[in-house]
């Protein structure tokens, strides 16, 4: 793993999330995005060289509307930048981790993504990231 690519923030609300978080880093945000196959819609933040996701549920099955059902708003995830995430999941998975994107999908911000379960990482959901543009071994 390269470094941290983001951190997501799931929130209830994204219009008034992004007025917090404008005032927050004295700027606006740079993309909003729908991913429609997570059910989510981004806003993305960039401040020095660390990125902020917030996070909107578009459906109440989505992963985000059922974290915020359970824990409230809140940090959901760290995304890690890495070279070649089929490589990285491989690694992962013989190191004991429970990978739960076998397969890597396109996420937000013109990534490859996939996720590590919180139970086998001491309760922080971990999301690897690919640029897309990079090799992606297809």
Known sequence: MNKI??????VKDLEKSNIIFASLFGKSHYKIEEVESEGVKTSFFKTGPNKIEL???????S??????????EGIHHIAFAVEDIKTEIARLKNEGFIVLN?????GADNKLIAFLHPKSTNGVLIELCQEIST????
Do not use: M, R, S, Y
């Not at 076998?102 to 396109?106: A, G, R, S």
């Not at 090799?135 to 297809?138: A, F, G």
């Open 63 to 72: 992963p985000i509307a059922k974290f915020i059902d359970k824990k409230g």
């Open 102 to 106: 076998e397969v890597p999908k396109k």
């Open 5 to 10: 690519e983001h951190i997501g923030v799931a």
């Open 55 to 61: 996070l909107q549920a578009t459906n109440p099955d």
């Open 135 to 138: 090799k992606t071994n297809d």
